[in-house]
């Protein structure tokens, strides 16, 4: 009985045995997909759309294809054959593998990107990475025959964009791309327009610095150059270099670095690859001109260099040319300018800084300098004001006094109430502002506030202007020292009084000198300050009116404010 | 019986239950809702049928997609000049406030458009046989119904055509899998030419009043037709078409402006159904609009600086001299925050989070008034134009900086004219790119230019001049044609600005 049961189960597993056996040599091997992401990666889409065979052949060629084919993330400006075969005809060879592998190598490099770029990061300006090559390319966009496209480094459109692949994306083009292969100084010189400009270089010095390649010589920076054309100068009144010469060099020699003509070039040299869209970034540019700056302003879509409102007074700005501007040099960018301008010489000059006069402030009509009114000002409301990150701080409020002195004196009635503690997780520690234009030198600093009693509020605050620390610590909490001490002893212990309608008597509004400041460079600076020191108390607030710049060599206390803004001849009811 | 015979029996048993039951189970009806063949047997199911139509305007009922009503601030509003982004603002809406678009972008998106139109193709279709049904339900109340699903569906692709061009144009329902077309795109006028013939069949037989005030503003009247049919005329530069169905709202003697005083704001926009306004999305504590995320509690959007200082302007001097649809109406001046869906009186107090059911308003008398000047522009017909515009500007104490002084003969100075006015008093209201547009595309594109620096005027720097080149290429000024619609419908063609 046993036997046979177990005679059964062999019988059985030997049928299920050739059961299996059968089906599975019957059965033909499945088709399983090797790859865990059926997506291309560049090269392949390459390999697969012959559109693109010619530019694919000089991938292969310089062995660019091994990394497009692997992990990473490029962006690859991709002419197609139509593109290629036109380019190999400008250079008269049949195909690319006529060309030299090192000037290959170049070509290629030149069109990838070692980044994700999709046509949402172009601008009017240069891509943000550089190309492989070590150059930038640039972009925009225009229209042709009704239709818009992008266009890319001023030589090719964009016909297909966003082409998406495992590692990277792919801008299809309709002309290659090519290197700049001049200098700026090059450029500039074979260029008939530019020829007055040229000259000016030339005898100043600054052809060689502008002819040097970054890529040979370390540590040199790309340089953006703003030319200036014949026309312009003929505009201008100046017709030959001669006359240019004649009109600007000081001292008969434009080698000199004294010299105005060579300052002239200095000032339009600035240390850095600056296209359109990256100069209308930014607030101002620095230039080879010791310590002067080129303050950007863009009006109606105009790019507009130097115009300031300098002392109250608008000084009207020169407008960049679009269409001459952005020529790439492979030392840097050639921008062009509509009208002259010259190295302009400021006079140090007082600057009496209002905290809150600021742009969106004065749009905010309901609270701006309406009796009584308050308004906390949140993150980004003032883009001029910035301070440490705290919980539930609801920023500094803008405070605008009862009627206008009746108890207390402020320049335009009104302040910012500043939170500024240390060690406090909900009042920020350190409060900063941008200051208007400040000529370069030597300056006094004094910090116009109202004491805020006697509690622990900013007792102990560092000011600093640019990270710059100034002497003395600040004390808000202070009032005058005295009402009746003249205003040379006050001046001597670092008081003033700073409001002309103040009573003698009155001692609560007041400016305290914070040190001296030699400011470097004639540009906006920023201005910060900072609680070293927590000393008890229960208030938080400070009230800051006004931050006065008084070159040294000026007396301090010849002016004061009214509170009306205007600056006047200091009272003689003064002690 | 033996065990084995016990467990037989059993299965046996089970066997014959499931195989009986066998048809039961699988025609299976819903549990908890109705099917369309039960539905439509009476007046009362076309009559919640018609509600569920203004119901599905307030928003998703998956609540997976944006309100409609938030669509139509975005299209509306974003490639304008009078809204700038906020610190909160999402990448696709910079990317519009940018003019950056690509066909990826989420706000193309037609969907919360689309459910409403096929909703009132179901009501089209199926309305009619339940009069065969019902004795009591008339021809006239069918008509009276069928003439709100027209004039809605008109509406909606009025803002189709506005928005993407070319859009699909599905005048049937959608109720099954089979049903589903794959629909080829249908050009702008003949979608047009469709909207003029359906309001124009629903002009006559829609409603002058459903005999309370929430409902005459709620739902489709005779009134909203002409104001639709107004907006179509005079998006297709029918002038005189334009006026003769402005005049039918104006001559009703239905609406009035509601005055500048101290109710305006209370009035006009926090309680709505105000006597100016003539068909609003209604919403409520039940469903809020979505607004307070985006305008007041983490702001995406905030009113560009030019809103109060040029498009309003600002007496310095004389804080009483204000224009009443600015300060504290479209804009709160403290902080630059888009006020007509937050605020409460008229001054600094926001409506709180559950409060947030400030109506959409889609036309409102104002609207048409002005509409009808801008076609008078057009018709010779200038200093009436202008005088129109003066009591827009009279009712609002606008102030003399904002005063244009075209000549009346120059149609295109005065219509320009209407175009500053209307920015100012449908701020933020989801018409400015759709007015810019307009005004821009008429006489082959004459004033584009004025589409352009108003489009740019917000732009970083870095960004206008590529935006200047984009918008000089008529096909960038609509929409792309939703990505995923595309990879569903072959039949779709890309607009071919998204091509390149």
């Known amino acids: ?575 | 019986m033996s065990k084995g015979n016990t467990i037989k029996l059993a299965l046996l048993t089970i066997l014959m239950f499931v195989a009986t039951s066998c048809k039961k189970y699988l025609t299976l009806y819903p549990q908890d809702g109705v099917i369309r063949q039960e539905f439509w047997q009476n007046k009362e199911q076309v009559q919640s049928a018609v509600l569920g139509l203004y119901a599905s305007l307030l928003a998703d009922p998956a609540g997976k997609d944006r309100q409609l009503a938030e669509y139509m601030f975005l299209w509306g509003e974003l490639r304008g000049d009078n809204v700038i982004s906020g610190a909160n603002v999402a990448t696709d809406e910079l990317n519009m406030l940018q003019d950056n678009i690509l066909s990826t972008n989420t706000l193309a998106k037609w969907s919360a458009v689309y459910r409403t139109i096929n909703l009132c193709n179901i009501l089209i279709d199926y309305a009619p046989g339940v009069i065969a049904k019902d004795n009591t339900f008339t021809q006239a109340q069918l008509n009276s119904y069928l003439a709100e699903a027209l004039t809605l569906r008109s509406l909606l692709y009025f803002y189709l055509v506005r928005t993407f061009r070319d859009v699909p144009l599905k005048l049937k329902s959608t109720g099954s899998d089979t049903d589903v077309q794959q629909l080829s795109k249908t050009s702008q006028a003949d979608i047009l030419t469709q909207i003029i013939k359906d309001l124009n069949t629903a002009e006559p037989t829609a409603t002058i009043s459903y005999g309370n005030r929430a409902s005459d503003k709620g739902r489709i009247t005779k009134y909203t037709v002409d104001a639709v049919l107004a907006d179509v005329y005079l998006w297709m530069d029918n002038y005189q078409d334009c006026i003769d169905a402005c005049d039918k709202v104006i001559n009703s003697g239905q609406f009035a402006l509601v005055p500048g005083d101290s109710g305006f704001f209370g009035n006009l926009y926090y309680s709505g159904n105000s006597s100016e306004s003539i068909f609003e999305f209604q919403f409520d504590s039940q469903i809020l609009n979505s607004f307070y995320t985006a305008f007041l509690q983490k702001p995406r959007f905030l009113a560009s600086p030019n809103v109060m200082s040029s498009v309003f302007n600002i007496d310095f001097l004389d804080d009483n001299n204000y224009d009443r649809r600015g300060r504290f109406v479209s804009v709160n001046t403290n902080n630059s925050q888009i006020w007509k869906y937050s605020g409460v009186t008229g001054d600094a107090t926001a409506r709180s989070i559950d409060q947030f059911y400030a109506h959409w308003i889609v036309y409102r008398y104002a609207d048409v008034l002005l509409m009808k000047a801008e076609a008078m522009a057009y018709l010779n017909r200038g200093t009436e134009s202008l005088d129109i515009i003066n009591t827009i500007r009279t009712r609002a104490k606008a102030l003399p900086a904002t005063l244009e002084f075209p000549s009346p003969t120059d149609a295109d100075a005065v219509a320009l004219y209407v175009l500053d006015e209307r920015s100012r008093e449908f701020a933020f209201e989801g018409k400015r790119w759709y007015d810019l547009l307009r005004y821009a595309k008429r006489n082959n594109y004459r004033n584009l230019n004025e589409l352009i620096t108003a489009s740019i005027s917000n732009m970083p720097g870095n960004l206008q001049q590529s935006a200047t080149a984009k918008l000089k290429d008529l096909n960038s000024h609509y929409l792309p044609i939703p990505y995923n619609e595309i990879l569903n419908d072959p039949n779709l063609v890309q607009n071919p600005f998204y091509k390149n």
């Not at chain 1, 000529?439 to 710059?468: A, E, L, M, P």
């Open chain 1, 1 to 575: 009985m046993k036997y046979s049961i177990i005679n059964k189960r062999i019988g059985r597993l030997a049928a299920a045995s050739l059961m299996i056996l059968f089906y599975f040599s019957g059965c033909k091997p499945e088709q399983y997909p090797i790859t865990t992401n059926p997506t291309l990666n560049i090269i392949q889409y390459f390999d697969t759309n012959p559109d693109y065979s010619i530019f694919d052949r000089a991938l292969i060629k310089t062995g660019y294809a091994g990394f497009l084919g692997a992990y990473g993330r490029y962006t690859v400006f991709a002419p197609n054959n139509t593109a290629m075969t036109a380019y190999l005809q400008t250079i008269n060879k049949s195909s690319v593998d006529e060309i030299d592998d090192n000037a290959l190598k170049d070509f290629v490099s030149f069109h990838i990107v070692q980044d994700t770029l999709s046509t949402l990061n172009f601008t009017d300006g240069k891509l943000p990475t550089a190309t492989m090559f070590g150059l930038y390319i640039t972009t925009g966009a225009a229209i042709d025959g009704g239709i818009t496209s992008y266009v890319i480094n001023k030589q090719a459109k964009v016909i297909q964009p966003n082409i998406r692949t495992g590692n990277g994306l792919i801008h299809t083009l309709d002309h290659v791309l090519l290197p700049p292969t001049q200098t700026i100084a090059q450029i500039l010189a074979a260029n008939p327009k530019y020829s007055i400009f040229s000259q000016a270089l030339t005898a100043t010095g600054y052809y060689d610095t502008l002819n040097v390649v970054p890529a040979n010589s370390s540590n040199r920076p790309f340089l953006t150059v703003i030319a200036q054309t014949d026309s312009v100068f003929n505009a201008a009144g100046i017709t030959s270099f001669a006359d240019l010469k004649a009109k600007y060099s000081t001292t008969g020699n434009p080698k000199n670095p004294n010299d105005s003509l060579f300052l002239y070039v200095a000032y339009r040299i600035i240390p850095s690859l600056q296209y359109l869209g990256d100069i209308v970034s930014s607030p101002s540019q620095t230039t080879l001109a010791p310590q002067e700056n080129l303050p950007v302003a863009l009006i109606n879509s105009d790019v507009i260099l130097n115009q300031v409102v300098f002392n109250g007074i608008l000084e009207v700005g020169v407008p960049l040319d679009r269409v001459l501007g952005d020529v790439p040099a492979n030392n840097g960018v050639i921008q062009s300018v509509k009208t002259n301008f010259k190295y302009k010489v400021r006079q140090q000059a007082p600057v009496y800084f209002d905290v809150t006069d600021q742009p969106e402030l004065r749009k905010a009509t309901s609270v701006y300098k309406k009796v009584g009114a308050t308004l906390p000002i949140t993150t980004g409301l003032v883009s001029a004001f910035s301070w440490e990150a705290a919980n539930n701080y609801s920023g500094p409020v803008y405070t605008v006094d009862g009627a206008v002195g009746s108890k207390q004196y402020f320049v335009n009635n009104d302040y910012v109430l500043i939170g500024l503690r240390l060690g406090f997780t909900t009042i920020p520690s350190w409060f900063e502002t941008v200051t208007p234009l400040i000529v370069k030198g030597t300056y006094k600093v004094w910090i116009c506030y109202r004491n805020g009693g006697s509690g622990g509020q900013g007792r102990f605050t560092q000011v600093s202007v640019d990270g710059q620390t100034l002497g003395r610590i600040v004390d808000f909490g202070t009032t005058l020292p005295s009402s009746t001490s003249s205003r040379t002893v006050l001046e001597s212990q670092g008081y003033k009084r700073y409001i002309a309608e103040q009573p003698a008597g009155s001692t609560t509004n007041i400016a305290q000198l914070a040190g001296v400041v030699t400011i470097t460079s004639t540009d906006v600076h920023r201005i910060r300050f900072t609680c070293i020191k927590t000393s008890g108390g229960s208030t938080n607030n400070v009230f800051l009116d006004m931050i006065q710049f008084i070159p040294t060599s000026m007396s301090q206390t010849d002016k004061c404010m009214s509170v009306n803004g205007n600056i006047v001849n200091t009272p003689s009811t003064f002690p």
